[in-house]
């Protein structure tokens, strides 16, 4: 039973460009929840998406924004990148209603 | 302040040493985790609690709610237990319901 799957897992965008993240959550679960996790930091809450709507959001600007597919998976998406953005992106997935979250490897993005 | 606090932020321990990593938080919670991230960014979840106590294996995982305090214990350290622990919980109350909100991690060292 595979967890939660990121793609791709390191990425090096320029300044100024945009970048696509991706998630697929563990089978079963319904909600995928994103973080930024800047070195030596905790993860901070982006947002959650679920039923393909974004239901919650953290204190992040326009530039992050997401989608969810019918199948669970989910995208972030980051405009007009600055170098304050390189960090590790991570997701988590959980089954609405209850239990724990199953978090993936990350997606490590460098901003040059 | 942060609404959750991890100590130490950075330990050092020896093989075989009994080893306590304390979080407190100021938030109402529905759940704390401990979650255990290596080098290249992956989180495990090792816990997830909402009174008592939990043991799997070495670890011992508690909570005091009314003090808004746990701690994580790991007997009989060993070198492949280093890594990164971090405390989060997961908030039942305005912005932070349903999200988890991560501390900044313990970073723990087993020296052989």
């Known amino acids: 039973d595979a967890g939660v799957t990121q793609s791709p897992t390191h990425l090096i965008k320029t300044r100024g460009q945009q970048v696509t993240l991706r998630c697929s959550p563990k089978?079963?679960?319904?909600?995928v929840s994103w973080y930024q996790q800047a070195l030596g930091q905790g993860p901070q809450f982006i947002f959650q998406?679920?039923?393909?709507?974004?239901?919650q959001r953290g204190n992040f600007p326009d530039r992050f924004s997401g989608h969810q597919f019918p199948n669970y998976s989910s995208e972030l998406n980051v405009n007009a990148l600055l170098l304050g953005d390189s960090a590790l992106y991570l997701c988590?997935?959980?089954?609405?209603?209850?239990?724990?979250?199953?978090f993936g490897s990350g997606t490590r993005l460098t901003v040059v | 302040k942060n609404e959750v606090e991890q100590s130490p932020q950075n330990l050092t321990a020896q093989e075989g040493e009994f080893i306590t990593i304390n979080c407190s938080y100021s938030?109402?919670?529905?759940?704390l985790h401990w979650l255990q991230q290596h080098p290249g960014g992956g989180i495990v979840s090792l816990f997830m609690?909402?009174?008592g106590k939990k043991k799997h294996g070495r670890l011992i995982a508690t909570i005091n709610i009314q003090e808004k305090h746990s701690s994580l214990h790991i007997t009989a350290s060993h070198p492949r237990d280093s890594a990164v622990y971090i405390c989060?919980?997961?908030?039942?109350?305005?912005?932070?319901?349903?999200?988890?909100?991560f501390g900044k991690g313990t970073k723990l060292s087993v020296k052989p």
């Open positions: 988590a997935s959980r089954k609405q209603g209850g239990g724990g979250y199953t």
């Open positions: 609690l909402s009174s």
């Open positions: 989060a919980v997961r908030g039942i109350y305005g912005g932070s319901q349903g999200n988890l909100i």
């Open positions: 938030v109402g919670i529905s759940a």
């Open positions: 998406y679920y039923e393909e709507e974004e239901r």
């Open positions: 089978s079963g679960h319904d909600t």
